[in-house]
């Protein structure tokens, strides 16, 4: 069974600063990775995803991830944090059918 | 991009009463939508998915009488909450993959705020 664990359900990091969110996931088959973000009272947005090919993908708004299968992780970063990066981030695993199974999620604060 | 909406955004009801919720594909034909509840500050917890014309299929602990989902068409599915009680109170969300989207990719709609008095 696929299982995704975020580490820290809350992340704060000053304007500027490296953000790191990291992921690990557990799953039988090679994963679909993917990464979204949710702003207050928003649906999902899809920042970024990894099927096959390049282990380091890169998505919108300057995030990128690298896959990392001997440590089963998939961890976002971003350079430089900007205040419009607060929001709640989650990281999810497809097993290449349908479904998608979703960490807790972390919360983003950005300090000014 | 591929867009989903959801209709109505929030909706506020009496304990009893049945609530419809709408799930589109603007521009892209959905054979799959997944319907999603997320309780404040959680995760998306998975209720279930549908195919176009046929019976959706319900996670284990999700009660089908009382959350009725419907995938008439390509673009539509609604999901019912029949007789609502407080404890039905969260947000919903809403998800479709199609061809066009590559089925391992889910676009999700914007949510709906299900208040039960």
């Known amino acids: 069974a696929q299982s995704v664990t975020q580490l820290g359900s809350h992340v704060s990091v000053s304007e500027g600063a490296l953000v790191l969110l990291r992921c690990n996931y557990s799953?039988?088959?090679?994963?679909?990775l993917f990464w979204y973000v949710q702003y207050p009272n928003q649906g999902l947005q899809l920042l970024l995803k990894?099927?096959?090919?390049?282990?380091l993908v890169k998505g919108i708004n300057g995030f990128e991830a690298e896959f990392k299968k001997s440590e089963t992780s998939f961890h976002l970063t971003k350079p430089s944090a900007h205040m419009s990066d607060a929001a709640e981030y989650f990281c999810a695993v497809s097993d290449r059918d349908d479904k998608i199974i979703f960490g807790k999620g972390t919360r983003l604060h950005i300090l000014p | 991009g591929a867009v989903v909406s959801q209709h109505p955004s929030w909706v506020i009801c009496k304990s009893g009463t049945s609530v419809k919720i709408e799930c589109r594909s603007l521009d892209f034909q959905a054979t799959t939508m997944f319907w999603y509840r997320q309780f404040p500050k959680q995760s998306l917890m998975l209720m279930a998915t549908s195919n176009e014309g046929s019976k959706a299929t319900y996670e284990q602990g999700v009660e089908k009488d009382k959350f009725l989902i419907n995938h008439a068409s390509l673009t539509l599915s609604t999901l019912t909450v029949t007789s609502a009680h407080p404890e039905d109170s969260s947000f919903y969300i809403c998800?479709?993959?199609?061809?066009?989207?590559?089925?391992?990719?889910?676009?999700f709609g914007p949510g709906t705020r299900l208040t039960v008095l």
């Open positions: 990894y099927t096959t090919g390049a282990t």
């Open positions: 998800s479709a993959s199609g061809a066009r989207t590559g089925y391992n990719e889910q676009f």
């Open positions: 799953s039988s088959v090679p994963p679909y």
